[in-house]
C-alpha cells in the first residue's frame, strides 16, 4: 500500500470513529443504556478522531491544508465542549449527600436534563455535519497530492515512531570504554 494509500485510509477509518462516536451520543441522549466506555472523556485527544487529527491529519499543514484543518479543529473544540456537557449530565452524578450516606445512588436523568442534551446534541449534529464537510474538503486535497508529498509525511512518522521506541543494542557500561563515573572518576 503506497503512502498516499495509507493516509487516505486512515482518513476513512477517522471519518468511521467521528461517526461511531456522534451515533453513540445520539443513543445517550435517546435514553438508551450506554456504557461509559464506549464514550471517551471529553478531551479531543483522548477520542480517536483527535488521535488522528493531532497525530497525523495535522502534518498536512505544511502542504496545501492549513487552512481546512484550522476549521477542522476549531469544529473539533465546539464539539467537544458541547459534548462535556452532556457527559455531565449522563456520567457526573451530583448527589446530595443524605443519599450518599444512606447507600441510595439516584443515576437517572431527570425530564429536563434529557432536553437539554438533546438540545446539546442537535449542535453537535449541526457542527458534525460541517466537520463532515471539511473533512471531504481534506480528502479531496489528499487525493490532489503528489505520492512524494505522502512519502515525508510517512518518513516523518516513521522517525517519531523511532524515536519513541528504546533503542536496541545499546551499549552496557563495561562494553563503553569511555564512560566518566563523575567529577572525580579521573
Do not use: C
Not at 8 to 35: E, M
Amino acid at each position: 500500500m503506497s503512502a498516499k494509500e495509507k493516509s487516505l485510509n486512515r482518513l476513512y477509518k477517522a471519518r468511521v470513529a467521528h461517526l461511531k462516536w456522534v451515533n453513540t451520543i445520539k443513543l445517550l441522549v435517546s435514553g438508551f443504556k450506554v456504557d461509559q466506555s464506549h464514550l471517551t472523556l471529553p478531551i479531543i485527544q483522548d477520542s480517536e478522531i483527535g488521535r488522528w487529527y493531532y497525530n497525523e491529519a495535522i502534518q498536512f499543514a505544511q502542504f496545501r491544508s492549513q487552512s481546512v484543518l484550522v476549521e477542522m479543529e476549531t469544529l473539533l473544540e465546539e464539539m467537544f465542549n458541547i459534548y462535556t456537557k452532556i457527559y455531565e449530565i449522563y456520567f457526573t452524578h451530583k448527589q446530595s449527600t443524605f443519599k450518599t450516606l444512606l447507600g441510595i445512588k439516584n443515576h437517572t436523568v431527570n425530564r429536563h436534563e434529557m432536553e437539554l442534551a438533546g438540545r446539546y446534541y442537535e449542535d453537535i449534529v449541526k457542527l458534525s455535519d460541517e466537520f463532515k464537510g471539511k473533512l471531504h474538503t481534506l480528502e479531496r486535497q489528499l487525493l490532489a497530492m503528489q505520492e512524494n508529498e505522502h512519502a515525508l509525511v510517512s518518513h516523518f512518522e516513521m522517525e517519531e515512531e523511532t524515536a519513541v521506541k528504546p533503542k536496541k543494542n545499546v551499549p552496557s557500561v563495561e562494553e563503553e570504554g569511555n564512560y566518566s563515573y563523575g567529577p572525580r572518576s579521573r
